[in-house]
């Protein structure tokens, strides 16, 4: 039923919440999206580091190790592609973001396979 609280002919309630996203993607030259999308994942990196509470202490000094799993198991197909697709592709974005809240931080890389751990990249920064 249209919305007939403020008089107006507006339509239906819902249609003012509605937001058309494909109308903000626009190809670039080469008729890529990828422009686009960067823009909008940098925006929303933007609103958050605006949006995100003044009692964080961003210059707190950080240092993590990443373990990853190489083991013969991460090539299972139970995520698509492999398993180990998967945790290269989130390890990416945590990465970044991690970056992205800790900036004078370091981290570095163990990998696991054989029973054996190997340091793939000692701590460094970004």
């Not at 339509?11 to 008729?31: H, L, V």
């Not at 009692?55 to 373990?67: A, D, E, S």
């Amino acid at each position: 039923a249209p919305n007939v609280n403020d008089g107006a002919d507006v339509g239906y309630t819902w249609e003012g919440d509605y937001e058309r996203t494909w109308e903000a993607i626009q190809e670039d030259e080469s008729g890529s999206l990828r422009t686009a999308v960067d823009d909008i994942v940098q925006k929303a990196k933007r609103k958050r580091m605006l949006d995100r509470p003044r009692n964080i202490r961003i210059g707190i000094m950080r240092h993590m190790f990443l373990v990853i799993d190489m083991s013969s198991a991460m090539n299972d197909m139970d995520l698509k592609p492999t398993r180990i697709h998967s945790v290269i592709k989130l390890l990416e974005s945590f990465v970044e973001e991690y970056f992205d809240q800790n900036p004078i931080s370091q981290i570095g890389v163990i990998i696991t396979k054989n029973k054996r751990a190997e340091i793939v990249s000692d701590l460094g920064g970004n």
